[in-house]
């Protein structure tokens, strides 16, 4: 075959008789209240919708007062979106308080490895390790009162007070600096500042940073809205969509 020759064309989807179409009604609902998420929108471009909240739950199961995002649902949802032929974007909208690290820099690392056209946006905040999540995308949007929260990594339950456990300490830390500075425009000097920041935050080390700091720190792309963030990815579709084509021809 040759290199430039065309792909075959999607086969159409069968028309649904009304039972279907109820049954396929109902899965949606049930995705959006129970999941939070939209399969795939019905504008122009099929934009599959998935919501951040809460806490990002790892390995251990979160109290059940707590609204939660499972990483192992979301993961294989990814893959699923970016292997789909029938969706053509990823809107990612955040407002979580942040959560397990290795499950939150799994999910970034997935959403940055797309192919697909990518735009997040971060609504009310995009805390802790939250913050790679919001700047994995292509393009990262902030609202303008949204915050989101810079600092030191920590650790709950049994720690031990031995020269490792900070190595250990370090050693992640030093994972989210790099995949932070690397997927937006802030410096690693200024990232590290906020994060070690003691007169910022009363209780505690680090620092609140509102929409319009979030993007002149480098951090986050633009200050923007839903349909901000929709043109956005309606545009990476479209130039996606011209590079194929030139391609293809």
């Known amino acids: 075959m040759e290199a430039n020759a065309k ?14 179409n109820a049954a396929l009604k109902r899965l949606e609902h049930d ?10 929108t019905k504008g122009r471009h099929a934009i599959h919708c998935l919501t951040v909240i809460g806490t990002i739950e790892g390995h251990t199961l979160s ?20 292997e789909s032929e029938e969706i053509d974007g990823l809107l990612l909208l955040l407002n979580t308080v942040g ?24 609504l009310g905040g ?32 049994l720690v031990v007070g031995a020269p490792q456990t900070y190595q250990y300490f370090n050693q992640i830390q030093e994972q989210i600096v790099n995949f932070v500075t ?20 009363a209780t505690d080390v680090g620092t609140v940073l509102y929409g319009e700091e979030a993007v002149s720190s480098g951090l986050m792309d633009a200050i923007g809205s839903l349909s901000d963030a929709l043109s956005l990815l309606h545009r990476q579709i479209e ?9 293809n021809q």
Do not use: C, W
């Not at 690397?182 to 935050?201: G, P, V």
């Open 7 to 20: 792909k075959p064309k999607a086969k159409a989807r069968p028309k649904l008789n009304p039972t279907e």
């Open 31 to 40: 995705l959006i209240t129970d999941d939070g998420i939209v399969p795939a």
């Open 63 to 82: 109290p059940d007062a707590q609204k939660t995002t499972k990483y192992e649902h979301v993961i294989p949802l990814l893959a699923a979106v970016e």
């Open 99 to 122: 959560g397990d690290i290795e499950a939150g820099l799994a999910i970034a690392e997935l959403i940055a490895g797309m192919k697909k056209p990518t735009v997040s946006l971060v």
């Open 126 to 157: 995009g805390h802790s390790i939250g913050i790679p999540l919001a700047v994995s995308a292509k393009k990262s949007l902030i609202v303008p009162t949204a915050s989101m929260t810079v600092h030191p990594v920590r650790m709950t339950g």
């Open 182 to 201: 690397k997927n937006s425009h802030i410096s690693r000097e200024e990232f590290l500042r906020y994060m070690m920041a003691t007169d910022e935050i």
């Open 239 to 247: 130039r996606r969509r011209k590079r194929e084509k030139s391609h």
